[in-house]
């Protein structure tokens, strides 16, 4: 099928349909080449309408008579941006693109030029939205044309917004399998819900063609990661979750001795009282002075109970100043009650407390699996001290090892409204993650969910079915309803380093997604 | 345009009925039975006034009404006329002397339009053709070549729309009478979907110029139309005539203007004859053969 050049208007190169049998509307987010002497433009379609150039009257079917076949001949009229000339003129000025010439769909190898895309990176799908349908882009020979997202992206903080079954979990998965496979580098992902990341291990299963093409086009069958470890907290009956392989499960546990006081911020979560962020010091000052022997956690949580009448503590801060803090009765009575449920995290016994040797291995993927009831909880303790220790390791240059951190319902640890001293390294990470190779995806529900403080460092946006606020980030012109239409898989994007791409779709990760049986 | 031919002229009656139905859903039928090949032809006209001269822009267009698509074809040209021997002098060949130019444009025209269709028309089709049969100063080249046409088994039909002609109010006064003119006469007896009979008009000093024509109304509201053919043709094809004109009713409802009934194809036609002439700018290419504009230019098609 060809399109004819109409002329510019607006920055824009509007183009018709040429008249023919397999006329059809090229959906908008599609690439076109038009040729014109030694030169070829690339273009990328902005808009994309049906026209009916001979415009029959409908009267005829008011009367119950069938119309004229030949009246119900249909155009593509197009208007579409200039992405790339593929020769540039040595002069400084650029070529025209004169009327009548001839434009048809890109190949990839066009379709790579005018992004600019490197040959290696994660492959996803070129797609396309045009009312309300989803189409993945493909060339005239029927192929479908990739993308491939540049492996640098990876360290530049990605957010993943996205309803529940919009295809977020297997984008995840997807880049996380790639992230050790590839790039041999470590992945710590957290799974908060269900299954979602309890079957890395086992290769994906599906009956659809349509899927299977993907697989096909992208050169490679569906496999389990080799190298797996299900970390799972120490009273998690994980032996009854069906389906995973018990053999790659280990306990975990927080120790009193080890971890960082930073991380008991995580317990604060919905104590919006400034003053309860001194319990880290609170804790400190109690394992430097007050402890005796090898007391453990439930010791802390009895001397905080056992605090005189006026919710007076002495504190601790990492420089070692010593200090006083008076909590009001209110903090103190939430604090004293989240201590409390945290008790049964620490000191378990036959469970290993996690250090960043265990997740700082090249092509191991780690789960921390927070999806029991108090896993949450759990996770926002840990999370912080785990993240502490693998940003220690990675500035005194103890591993070299790349490391992807994937974090699922975000909110569920780091509140939205949370200071920078309580996104604690997670915004280290953010702001400099870069220099050590350290990148981290977030995902949620919505744009909101996100720490304020954290959502200007973001550089990845990808946004599967979800509300259209989210859209206004990206840049992409789409209507309410082709945002909320998305189909599983599809999304749009704002991709560091590939800024042509804005409509694209993840194939179905090669590991994670079995039937139930 | 409609010209009437004259006072002298025979009209006969040719059915028994004032008025026959006609039938829509059978006109759709025999088009979509593919039995007959169908086509329309129209032509838009571009004029330049000049001092020197007229410069006259024919498109000429025929247009094929295939089971999914129009199939057009198209001709452009561009004549210059004048009454000066200085510009033949200088023109030669691309100039015309004649006495009266717009004559010479109408009857030009008509030989252009019969050249397209005996050198595009296929064999056994119908053809219809904006505008009456006889009319003007062309009608005897046109004539001629719908005898040939008629050989080769070409049915034009005429479709005049406007029309202020009397032929029959004036010849059969006791048959309708104090109407302002034929056509207000048959909007006045014809119901929507309804003909009236067949009349057969001979010239009274040329016997082989005769037509057979009829008025349809397809629309409340709308001005009827009246449907010419040659006598030749109407007698050859007699037995086709019935479906003939239940295709141009359903094409007229196919068209479905109240303000300007048409023909499908024939408007069809109208269109790309219209798109064509856009392809040259006739102001642009007679200003630079150093011509001089006249106050007034018209431009009509």
Redesign the interface.
């Known amino acids: 099928m060809k399109w004819i050049v109409l002329g510019e208007s607006d920055g824009k190169i509007k183009l018709t349909s040429k008249?023919g049998v397999k006329n059809a509307i090229l959906p908008k987010g599609s690439y076109l080449t038009a040729e014109s002497g030694e030169n070829k433009f690339i273009l990328r379609v902005d808009d994309s309408r049906q026209i009916e150039p001979?415009s029959?009257?409908?009267?005829?079917v008011d009367?119950d008579?069938?119309?004229?076949?030949?009246?119900r001949?249909c155009k593509n009229e197009i208007t579409a941006y200039r992405i790339k000339d593929e020769f540039e003129r040595e002069d400084g000025m650029i070529d025209f693109i004169p009327p009548l010439t001839e434009a048809r769909r890109s190949s990839q190898e066009e379709v790579d030029l005018a992004l600019g895309m490197s040959q290696s990176g994660p492959k996803v799908f070129i797609a396309t939205v045009q009312s309300n349908q989803n189409r993945i882009l493909k060339d005239e020979s029927g192929r479908h044309i990739t993308a491939s997202l540049p492996d640098e992206m990876f360290f530049h903080q990605i957010l993943i917004c996205g309803k529940t079954g919009s295809g977020k979990t297997v984008a995840m998965k997807y880049l996380a399998q790639y992230f050790t496979e590839v790039m041999e580098g470590a992945v710590l992902a957290v799974n908060v819900k269900d299954v979602d990341f309890l079957m890395m291990d086992k290769s994906s299963t599906s009956n659809d063609d349509k899927i299977k093409s993907e697989w096909e086009t992208l050169g490679f069958p569906p496999h389990g990661v080799n190298n797996l470890t299900m970390y799972m907290p120490a009273n998690r009956d994980y032996e009854r979750i069906k389906g995973i392989n018990v053999g790659l499960c280990k306990r975990i546990t927080l120790s009193v001795d080890e971890i960082d006081p930073e991380s008991l911020v995580g317990l604060l979560q919905g104590i919006s009282d400034k003053g309860a962020m001194s319990l880290p010091g609170i804790f400190r000052y109690w394992r430097q002075y007050r402890r005796k022997g090898n007391e453990n956690f439930s010791n802390f949580v009895k001397y905080f109970d056992e605090s005189d009448d006026n919710k007076e503590f002495n504190t601790l801060n990492e420089r070692g100043d010593e200090s006083r803090i008076k909590l009001h009765s209110g903090t103190y009575e939430n604090m004293r009650r989240s201590l409390d449920t945290t008790q049964e995290f620490f000191d378990n016994k036959n469970s290993i407390n996690l250090g960043y040797k265990d997740i700082l291995e090249s092509g191991k993927m780690s789960i921390l699996d927070f999806s029991g009831d108090k896993g949450p909880k759990f996770g926002s303790i840990l999370l912080r001290d785990l993240l502490k220790k693998i940003v220690n390791a990675k500035d005194s240059l103890l591993s070299k090892v790349p490391i992807l951190i994937i974090i699922d319902e975000v909110h569920q640890f780091y509140g939205s409204d949370d200071t920078k001293d309580a996104l604690s390294d997670l915004d280290t990470i953010c702001r400099t993650g870069r220099s050590k190779k350290i990148g981290i995806i977030f995902a949620s529900q919505s744009l909101s969910d996100i720490p304020s403080g954290l959502s200007s460092v973001i550089n990845t946006q990808i946004s599967f079915k979800t509300d259209s606020s989210t859209l206004k980030n990206i840049g992409v012109r789409a209507t309410q309803d082709e945002m909320e239409g998305l189909d599983t898989g599809f999304a749009f994007a704002s991709i560091h380093g590939l800024p042509q791409l804005k409509i694209l779709k993840f194939p179905l990760s090669y590991s994670g997604v079995v039937k139930n049986e | 345009m409609d010209f009437d031919t004259g006072s002298d002229y025979n009209l006969v009656l040719l059915e028994d009925e004032d008025k026959y139905r006609l039938s829509?859903?059978e006109g759709?039928e025999a088009?979509k039975d593919g039995n007959h090949s169908i086509c329309a032809y129209d032509e838009s006209i571009a004029i330049y006034a000049a001092l020197e001269g007229k410069a006259v822009m024919v498109s000429h267009a025929l247009v094929y009404?295939?089971?999914?698509?129009?199939l057009p074809i198209t001709y452009l040209t561009l004549s210059f006329y004048t009454r000066s021997d200085k510009i033949i002098n200088v023109a030669k060949e691309s100039a015309k002397k004649t006495e009266n130019p717009d004559r010479q444009a109408a009857i030009d025209r008509a030989v252009e339009k019969m050249q397209l269709i005996k050198n595009y028309c296929i064999d056994n089709t119908v053809l219809f053709i904006d505008g009456a049969l006889i009319a003007g100063d062309a009608y005897t080249s046109v004539m001629a070549e719908i005898k040939k046409l008629s050989d080769r088994n070409i049915f034009p039909v005429f479709f005049v729309k406007n029309s202020a002609s009397n032929l029959i109010s004036d010849y059969m006064p006791d048959y309708c009478s104090g109407f302002n003119s034929d056509m207000h006469w048959a909007n006045t007896i014809l119901k929507t979907g309804e003909r009236t009979r067949f009349f057969k008009y001979t010239d009274g000093h040329n016997s082989s110029n005769s037509k057979v024509f009829c008025y349809i109304k397809h629309m409340d509201g709308s001005s009827p139309v009246r449907i010419e053919f040659s006598t030749l043709t109407y007698e050859k094809h007699l037995s086709s005539v019935e479906t003939i004109l239940d295709m141009i009713y359903?094409?007229l409802?196919?068209?479905?203007?109240k303000q300007n009934p048409q023909i499908?194809p024939i408007a069809?036609a109208e269109?790309y004859a219209r798109e064509v002439l856009k392809l040259y700018d006739i102001n642009r290419e007679v200003r630079s053969a150093g011509l001089t504009p006249t106050m007034n230019e018209e431009r009509w098609g």
Do not use: C, F, T, W
Request: net charge positive; glycine share 8%; proline share 8%.
């Open positions: 008249g001979y029959p009257s409908p009267l005829i009367m008579l069938s119309g004229i076949n030949a009246d001949q | 829509a859903k759709m088009i009404l295939r089971p999914d698509e129009y359903y094409l409802l196919a068209q479905g203007n499908r069809v269109k």
